[in-house]
Antibody, heavy 121, light 107 residues
């Protein structure tokens, strides 16, 4: 059974770069027709889709974050990663990685447990 | 961006009740609408995809309907474990967007 696990620093200083990795276990990141997404949720608020990557390396980003976001994939490590530059307090949130199923019109069927990232001044 | 609006924002109900949550898109999204359940401190869980298809392992008391701009999630008979926050999400166009959530509470 495929599982996702986020990892990375829980505290990032304002203006610096947030870096997170999602490790896929229980299956190959290259198998099947899946997109691999990052989604975030500020405390007590709703969900915001950040962007996604296909194993070919093609990416799509939320225009609201596009100038600051890079998502990459390392198929040899079965991982994909998020970099968000020039962070501010508004980027404080729980960050989730999730699998989107192409055959289910990209519905997110598997999620990581989430990792809390706090941006400090 | 496509805006997703859920109603109500919160709802009180009792075990055994039939509950309906509505989600409206700011433009037509065909049937590309998904529903998630989220409990405090836990990642969202996919319930329904493409408006009406039940995700594997999800109880049949959950159902979804709609197309175009108007969608509903129905829970036919509330169980204690169903009290949670529910989100709709459109996967019609990027950026994918979520509704603001509907918090279902015990009456």
């Amino acid at each position: 059974q495929v599982q996702l696990q986020e990892s990375g620093p829980g505290l990032v200083k304002s203006s610096q770069t947030l870096s997170l990795t999602c490790t896929v276990s229980g299956g190959s990141i290259r198998s099947g027709s899946y997109y691999w997404s990052w989604i975030r949720q500020p405390a007590g608020k709703g969900l915001e889709w950040i962007g996604r990557i296909y194993t070919s390396g093609s990416t799509n980003y939320n225009p609201s974050l596009k100038s600051r976001v890079t998502i990459s994939v390392d198929t040899s490590k079965n991982q994909f990663s998020l970099k968000l530059t020039s962070v501010t307090a508004a980027d404080t949130a729980v960050y989730y990685c999730a699998r989107g199923v192409e055959g289910r019109r990209d519905a997110f069927d598997i999620w990581g447990q989430g990792t809390m990232v706090t941006v400090s001044s | 961006d496509i805006q997703m609006t859920q109603s109500p924002s919160s709802l009180s109900a009792s075990v055994g009740d039939r509950v309906t949550i509505t989600c409206r898109a700011s433009q037509s999204i065909s049937s590309y609408l998904n529903w998630y359940q989220q409990k405090p401190g836990i990642a969202p869980k996919l319930l329904i995809y493409v408006a009406s298809s039940l995700q594997g392992g999800v109880p049949s008391r959950f159902s979804g309907s709609g197309s175009g701009t108007d969608f509903t999630l129905t829970i036919s008979s509330l169980q204690p474990e169903d009290f949670a926050t529910y989100y709709c999400q459109q996967s019609y166009s990027i950026p994918y967007t979520f509704g603001q959530g509907t918090k279902l509470e015990i009456k």
